[in-house]
């Protein structure tokens, strides 16, 4: 565990694999180890470093009350730190506000990113992101169902209906296994608190593509085919000087959980600078 630079403490996990270190960042709702394929695809060649963002897996809230972007990018420093990466040599993978995040750290420490994979970085253009309080998410996480009798149960639920319906079934399997915690009579609940995820959602206004032009690190930005989120990526592309995309059609933003094999592969070559 380390210090948040809000307060409180972030968990960071070692997912193994082989190699020099490399960072993987996590989507919204999720944690670094509900990403199980995916991540072991990346383990062949980088031993993978991945921290949980405030208030997700076994990281705490921030005593500040802080979830603006931009102050998790600075919890991601911490991190870089901690492993003694050097500025211009951070290999690094991310999901929706993990590679958004990301981003934000480099524009943060200049040069801090040599290669990296986004796969859909929620960044928005400076005077489109919703007002304080208004992106459409936080009402669903304040709604969010927290608590199921078991992660069977759970199981079950999430595989019958979208967003989850099209995951595949190790990595869905993967997700709801590292998703909740143990209660003491035997339920489980989510270890991300629906009040606190939505709080994350609100601090997504911060991330917009104007913080990141001077960004000249080699940046591979996956796309999906499914624009139910809106066309996400692009602000975060058009603004990379040394970026290309990838369009995954036929995928949604959960797709590291539903082509695992085939989005680390990806995300291998561009670490890899080929």
């Not at 929706?96 to 040599?114: C, F, H, N, V």
């Not at 669903?140 to 995951?167: D, H």
């Not at 997700?175 to 997504?204: I, K, M």
């Not at 000249?216 to 592309?237: I, Q, R, Y």
Request: hydrophobic share 35%.
């Amino acid at each position: 565990m380390l210090d948040s630079a809000g307060g409180g403490r972030i968990a960071l996990h070692c997912l193994g694999g082989q190699g020099p270190p490399a960072l993987f960042v996590h989507a919204t709702g999720f944690n670094a180890r509900t990403y199980g394929p995916f991540v072991s695809g990346l383990a062949g060649q980088f031993t993978i470093w991945a921290p949980d963002l405030r208030s997700h897996g076994w990281s705490t809230p921030p005593r500040n009350g802080d979830y603006e972007w931009t102050s998790l990018a600075e919890d991601l420093l911490v991190v870089v730190d901690h492993l003694e990466i050097k500025t211009g040599e951070l290999d690094c993978v991310g999901h929706s506000i993990g590679a958004a995040t990301l981003l934000l750290a480099d524009a943060a420490r200049p040069g801090l990113i040599r290669r990296m994979y986004g796969y859909e970085p929620v960044m928005w253009r400076p005077g489109e992101a919703f007002p304080p309080g208004q992106n459409p998410l936080i009402s669903g996480a304040q709604k969010r169902r927290e608590v199921f009798g078991s992660r069977a149960e759970a199981l079950e639920r999430f595989a019958s209906r979208p967003p989850f319906s099209t995951c595949r079934s190790d990595a869905l399997h993967s997700y709801v296994s590292n998703l909740f915690e143990d209660l003491e009579d035997g339920t489980v609940r989510l270890r991300c608190r629906g009040a606190e995820e939505a709080q994350v959602y609100d601090g997504e206004r911060v991330s917009t593509n104007d913080k990141i032009r001077n960004c000249k690190a080699t940046v591979v930005v996956g796309k999906s085919g499914d624009h139910g989120f809106g066309n996400l990526g692009e602000p975060a592309a058009e603004a990379l000087d040394n970026c290309r995309t990838i369009d995954y059609e036929g995928l949604t933003h959960f797709g590291p959980l539903e082509a695992p094999g085939r989005l680390s592969a990806d995300a291998l070559a561009a670490l890899s600078g080929s």
